[in-house]
């Protein structure tokens, strides 16, 4: 059984920053791949940042310049560090982690139940 949990969403101003951390819990022998992603109504989700299974990480192009992301690897957590907010950041964020639980068994994705950031005057 794996659990992950995101924290750190909130209501900011134009401009303004925001850290969002994921933390996963359970039975987990490697954690392949874990990002962020974040969804409006109406939208598919979109990939913000991760850490892809060769140990790369990607970051979106529309937030590279203003969202740092970070990944922890003895902790099982990652986190999302937004600057310089705008309004259409205003979505639900994810956290998204492909785990293996046991070493013979195949990865499995999880998500968080997300986040709420909204960016308002």
């Known amino acids: 059984q794996v659990d992950i949990v995101e924290s750190g969403g909130g209501l900011v101003q134009p401009g303004e920053s925001l850290r969002l951390s994921c933390e996963a819990s359970?039975?987990?022998?490697?954690?392949?791949?874990m990002g962020w992603y974040r969804q409006t109504p109406g939208a598919q989700r979109e990939l913000l940042a991760e850490?892809?299974?060769?140990?790369?990480?990607s970051l979106s192009d529309s937030v590279k310049d203003r969202f740092t992301f970070f990944r922890d690897n003895s902790k099982n957590s990652a986190s999302l560090q937004m600057n310089k907010l705008k309004p259409d950041d205003t979505a639900v964020y994810y956290c998204?982690?492909?785990?293996?639980?046991?070493?013979?068994?195949?990865?499995?994705?999880?998500w968080g139940r997300g986040t709420q950031v909204t960016v308002a005057s």
């Open positions: 998204h982690a492909q785990i293996r639980a046991n070493w013979w068994e195949a990865p499995v994705d999880y």
């Open positions: 359970g039975t987990i022998a490697e954690i392949v791949a």
């Open positions: 850490r892809t299974p060769g140990g790369g990480t």
